[in-house]
């Protein structure tokens, strides 16, 4: 399997600017998770998608973040408009189910950088 | 709220030293997840504790719950320049599926 996949890997944009992540879970892992990594707050979670139904969605930080997870294979995690203090490395993950909670598998993350 | 917090932030070693890293929760945990993430990477997983005062090793890591499961550690023996990156203990966010991190501790090896 080659993993939780993350595009991009980075991206540049101006304050204002739509911002659209996108992930590609492991194929047959039921939980996906979106992270947000600064030095000043850590490893944040976002949001979290079971069987494509998002369950706790108390970690975004304010409208203007949103997370779909249309099917089983891709999820997006959208940042409109977006503003400096967005900047931060995003991270997907995700966890087979069974057990509370089980290993989770992180993609690459997206390094987001907001002028 | 739920907190996780770890001691120390930054640590740095010359090769050869041990090194440990500590975890204390705010609440009791069900069982606690350690990850490493190198520069530049992403978190990886190393280890789950479940039983209360379970110690397990993985070469030279030694993993430990506390007795009332709201405190682990990590020691490492002998480090290495391979060892370098950050430690994240991580426990479950509101005894659910999801996991609550602590801000992890950074590593710095000289050799």
Not at chain 1, 6 to 30: A, F, N, W, Y
Not at chain 1, 63 to 77: C, G, I, V, Y
Not at chain 2, 74 to 80: D, E, G, S
Request: a neutral charge; charged letters at 15%.
């Amino acid at each position: 399997d080659a993993g939780v996949i993350q595009s991009p890997r980075h991206e540049v944009t101006e304050m204002g600017q739509e911002v659209t992540l996108r992930c590609k879970p492991i194929s047959g892992h039921d939980y996906l998770f979106w992270y947000r990594q600064t030095m000043m707050r850590g490893l944040e979670l976002l949001i979290y998608f079971n069987n494509n139904v998002p369950i706790d969605d108390s970690g975004m930080p304010e409208d203007r973040f949103s997370a779909k997870m249309p099917n089983a294979s891709f999820s997006t995690l959208k940042i409109q408009p977006s503003e400096p203090r967005d900047s931060a490395v995003y991270f997907c993950a995700s966890s087979p189910s069974g057990g509370s909670p089980s290993e989770q598998f992180f993609g690459p993350g997206t390094r987001l950088t907001v002028l | 709220g739920q907190q996780v917090m770890q001691i120390p932030q930054y640590q740095h070693v010359q090769e050869g030293e041990d090194f440990t890293t500590y975890c204390n929760s705010s609440t009791t945990l069900s069982n606690i997840q350690w990850y490493k993430q190198r520069p530049g990477g992403h978190p990886v997983f190393l280890i789950q504790l479940v039983k209360s005062g379970e110690v397990k090793k993985q070469k030279r890591l030694t993993f430990q719950f506390g007795e009332a499961k709201k405190n682990s550690s990590l020691h490492i023996t002998a480090t290495q320049t391979t060892d370098v990156g950050t430690y994240f203990c991580a426990g479950p966010y509101q005894a659910g599926t999801a996991l609550i991190f602590g801000k992890g501790t950074t590593l710095s090896v000289s050799s």
